[in-house]
């Protein structure tokens, strides 16, 4: 799993700034580490912005009134892409967790 959050962090670094991930780790880290990776991904959120999920080009809106209904059906799209993503890397994180024999020795 280490290489999937490598590559989820990568992208996150790429989309906006922040400081980078605590790493997964390997089976002989330190177990404060494994905690620090834990609760920085169950608390996750990304900076991606979700762009491609727009509906509606707003510069061919033939009015105000248009382009900022066009830009508020946007705004939707794009909050929902963004709640999935945080979603999806949650609950891969309470998967991955649930199963990290790190973790298992430490309850």
Same mark, same amino acid.
């Given at each position: 799993y280490r290489n999937l959050f490598e590559l989820i962090n990568e992208q996150e670094q790429e989309a906006g700034t922040g400081a980078p +991930?605590?790493?997964f780790g390997?089976?002989?880290t330190p177990y404060p580490e494994v905690q620090a $990776? !834990?609760? !920085?991904w169950? +608390? $996750? +959120?990304?900076? /991606?912005r979700f762009g491609y999920k727009d /509906? !509606?080009?707003p510069s061919s809106a033939e009015s105000r009134w248009e382009k900022r209904?066009?830009?508020a059906e946007n705004k939707k799209e794009r909050d929902k892409a963004r709640r999935e993503y945080n979603a999806l890397v949650r609950n891969l994180v309470v998967y991955v967790k649930k199963r990290d024999k790190r973790v298992l020795a430490n309850l």
């Amino acid at each position: 799993y280490r290489n999937l959050f490598e590559l989820i962090n990568e992208q996150e670094q790429e989309a906006g700034t922040g400081a980078p +991930a605590p790493s997964f780790g390997t089976s002989e880290t330190p177990y404060p580490e494994v905690q620090a $990776f !834990y609760t !920085y991904w169950v +608390a $996750f +959120a990304t900076r /991606k912005r979700f762009g491609y999920k727009d /509906k !509606y080009n707003p510069s061919s809106a033939e009015s105000r009134w248009e382009k900022r209904a066009i830009d508020a059906e946007n705004k939707k799209e794009r909050d929902k892409a963004r709640r999935e993503y945080n979603a999806l890397v949650r609950n891969l994180v309470v998967y991955v967790k649930k199963r990290d024999k790190r973790v298992l020795a430490n309850l």
